[in-house]
T-cell receptor, first 114, second 115 residues
Framework: GAGVSQTPSNKVTEKGKYVELRCDPI?????LYWYRQSLGQGPEFLIY????????DSGLPNDRFFAVRPEGSVSTLKIQRTERGDSAVYLC????????????FGPGTRLTVL | QQQVKQSPQSLIVQKGGISIINCAYE??????FPWYQQFPGKGPALLIA?????SEKKEGRFTISFNKSAKQFSLHIMDSQPGDSATYFC??????????????FGKGTKLSVIP
């Protein structure tokens, strides 16, 4: 596609439920990042993929968060036992090959945990 | 610990005026400084970026000024237009051992350009 796409655009769930958020990066981009943006804040780094492997997951807040990228393209961020504090916009970004290549962001998925 | 401090939090500028947003960083290992523009309901879009070996970079109406010794950088928007009204984020990054160039963002500046 022309840009990074994310689905769903909005997700409302109940506390304790499991959610999956999907990211489709720009075709040919090997690097993929997930960020989380809370209201009134800048995005915060969660995890970085180079190809299929999670090269840096230092930003994941706890073990309820997990992400995969099995074929080196689409990525899924998975959140178990959601808590109200997980409510935020989850942003995905991709870049051509990582490093200092420009990161292009998707529109985000707004997650609301009731 | 906030590694990139951004100010002001909000800014109102008259059409045609100059908008100035400032950022300061702590980590001297940062070596790449992009600015992003974000409209409501959209993801951040890269506006302009600078590396520390350059003191200024200009692209159209947008200029980044960089002061390595003071660990500060700023965005100037010349001839500000109502269409520039958005939230602006400064960011910084450096390569980790894993090759990640994760971005560390400031808290953002909400710019309103009034006619």
């Amino acid at each position: 596609g022309a840009g990074v796409s994310q689905t769903p655009s909005n997700k409302v769930t109940e506390k304790g439920k499991y959610v999956e958020l999907r990211c489709d990066p720009i075709s040919g981009h090997t690097a993929l990042y997930w960020y989380r943006q809370s209201l009134g804040q800048g995005p915060e780094f969660l995890i970085y993929f180079q190809g299929t492997g999670a090269a840096d997951d230092s930003g994941l807040p706890n073990d309820r968060f997990f992400a995969v990228r099995p074929e080196g393209s689409v990525s899924t961020l998975k959140i178990q036992r959601t808590e109200r504090g997980d409510s935020a916009v989850y942003l995905c970004a991709s870049s051509l090959s990582g490093g200092r290549d420009f990161q292009f962001f998707g529109p985000g998925t707004r997650l609301t945990v009731l | 610990q906030q590694q990139v401090k951004q100010s002001p939090q909000s800014l109102i500028v008259q059409k045609g005026g100059i908008s100035i947003i400032n950022c300061a960083y702590e980590n001297t290992a940062f070596d790449y400084f992009p600015w992003y523009q974000q409209f409501p309901g959209k993801g951040p879009a890269l506006l302009i970026a600078i590396r520390p070996d350059v003191s200024e970079k200009k692209e159209g109406r947008f200029t980044i000024s960089f002061n390595k010794s003071a660990k500060q950088f700023s965005l100037h928007i010349m001839d500000s237009q109502p269409g520039d009204s958005a939230t602006y984020f400064c960011a910084a990054s450096n390569g980790s051992g894993a090759g990640s160039y994760q971005l560390t963002f400031g808290k953002g500046t909400k710019l309103s350009v009034i006619p």
